[in-house]
């Protein structure tokens, strides 16, 4: 028993000193069996770091990919997905920020004029995320806002790397947006602005992964301007 205890103490002390990429790798493993094993994991691991270790783990983590877990697994699943973010958000992670942001003015919450002063900040610093949800969210509460639209896609589709980027966030902000709906929120459903020529719209665009027209602009719109549509 006293070895098998010391063998154990010994691993927790392995781990506590494992580089911060091998942390990240262990916790995207840990997400094979649900969102609870991941966050205990990250708790066990951050009780015993410095803040600036923790801040580091939680800069190079890619929160983005997460968003899915938002809606499936256990209701003990859920809630450490709700605390994880909570947590990385108070820890200034972008992609945390846009998601707490976006269920909030999705949901009515607070000012909505404060959470897009948040979302235009990170877009003016360059998150390509907060770049893409800024545009949907302003075509849907603002749709008369052309100015700050056009300007919008003026900077996204001048990107260097808009092709690269474009159908990954398109499906990031998909998975939050299934994770803020899983949430119940109340809404109607609203129509799509879509290609009138193609009549290609979100679905197509990301699904299929190269279903955006490059060669259209207004097949390369749709998918952004409706990537926050709830529906």
């Keep these: 028993m006293a070895h098998t205890l010391s063998k154990l103490g010994g691993l927790k002390n392995n781990v506590e000193c494992l580089p911060i990429d091998m942390i990240i790798t262990i916790m995207q493993l840990l997400l094979g069996s649900g969102f609870e094993g991941f966050f205990n994991f990250f708790i066990a691991w951050a009780r015993s770091q410095r803040p600036c270790a923790i801040g ?62 948040v979302l235009n900040g990170l877009a003016n610093e360059g998150h390509f995320l907060s770049m893409i949800g800024n545009i949907s969210l302003h075509n849907r509460y603002y749709p008369n806002a052309y100015g700050e639209i056009l300007r919008g896609l003026s900077t996204v589709f001048n990107h260097p790397y808009y092709n690269n980027f474009i159908v990954p966030t398109l499906t990031d902000l998909r998975s939050l947006k299934t994770a803020i709906s899983a949430i119940e929120i109340g809404h109607e459903a609203e129509s799509v602005s879509g290609c009138p020529i193609h009549l290609i719209g979100l679905e197509s665009g990301v699904n299929a992964g190269h279903g955006i027209r490059w060669g259209c602009l207004m097949c390369s719109i749709s998918p952004i301007v409706n990537a926050l549509r709830m529906s």
């Excluded at 580091?56 to 899915?68: G, M």
């Excluded at 256990?74 to 450490?80: H, I, N």
């Design 56 to 117: 580091s783990l939680i800069a190079e983590f890619p929160v983005c990919t997460l968003y899915k877990f938002g809606a499936v697994g256990s209701v003990t699943d859920k809630l450490c997905f709700a605390r994880f973010f909570r947590i990385t958000e108070r820890l200034g992670n972008a992609d945390a920020i846009l998601y707490a942001r976006c269920k909030a003015i999705l949901r009515g919450e607070g000012s909505a004029e404060v959470h897009f002063t």
